[in-house]
């Protein structure tokens, strides 16, 4: 398997998963309706975990273009690689949300909110803020990017697959701690892939797709992403 049909599978699963279960927690008539915000973290902890297990041998299982440009900055990634990874990205990201529209076809409309149908695709903030919203993108990202760069700092070794275990985990803390804000985009793919997908899928109330907003997470989380990197080379080399 080529490193882009890797990228693009492990972040078409990747949506699967999680955008699955925003539409499990969230869209009317499903038997995980109301099941929370615990079940949403876990469902991205091993969404990301899974996906970088399928694909990791091939791609190193990026799933994320503030991550694949993060170690780039770090000197762990290749820069003319970068594009190529992020097209995959956005491709998979793209043909998850599709379907995750397909499987739960009847929700849509059984569920009157479009903002509900929205937060399946795309993220969007719990108190408007564009400054405090960047800032957290930002924040959630940084711990994202160092956290996964530290993991493999100074010949830390670990067992065949606990690293990826940890990553899944840390997606979890990360979605507990830090995500209540803005939903925890902290990947530009998995926000903008799937809101373009909202924009043309013939969903049945879907109401508008914010626009507005769909910066925020793409920027704040690259900021964050060679935030990280730059401070790992500081720190940890």
């Known amino acids: 398997m080529s490193p882009f049909l890797a990228e693009l599978i492990g972040t078409m699963l990747l949506i699967v998963f999680g955008g699955g279960v925003c539409a499990g927690v969230n869209l009317k008539k499903s038997f995980s309706q109301n099941s929370g915000w615990i079940v949403i973290t876990f469902g ?6 899974i996906a970088a297990y399928i694909v990791g041998n ?3 299982a990026h799933l994320n273009p503030a991550l ?4 780039a900055v770090a000197g762990k990634f290749a820069w ?4 190529t990874y992020i097209i995959a990205q956005m491709m998979g990201a793209f043909l ?3 379907i995750v529209w ?8 059984e569920t009157e909110d479009p903002g509900v149908k929205l937060g399946v695709f795309s993220t969007s903030p719990a108190i408007p803020s564009t400054l405090s919203n960047l800032l957290s993108e930002i924040i959630g990202t940084f711990v994202l990017v160092i956290s996964i760069l530290a993991l493999g700092a100074k010949g830390m070794k670990f067992a065949d697959g606990l690293q990826t275990l940890i990553v ?3 997606i979890v803390a990360i979605g507990l701690s830090l995500g209540g804000t803005t939903g925890y985009a902290i990947n530009p ?3 903008l892939g799937p809101r373009i997908a909202h924009f043309v899928l013939p969903i049945a109330g879907k109401g508008h797709s914010n626009w507005k907003y769909a910066w925020v997470p793409v920027v704040g989380p690259m900021i964050g992403g060679v935030l990280a990197a730059l401070v790992y080379r500081i720190i940890f080399l």
């Open 44 to 49: 991205w902890g091993l969404g990301v975990m």
């Open 168 to 170: 899944g985990f840390l």
């Open 102 to 109: 397909l499987h739960y076809l009847p929700h849509w409309k």
């Open 96 to 98: 998850g949300a599709v």
């Open 80 to 83: 003319h690689q970068v594009g």
């Open 58 to 60: 091939y791609s190193g």
């Open 189 to 191: 793919a998995r926000d």
């Open 68 to 71: 694949t440009i993060g170690l």
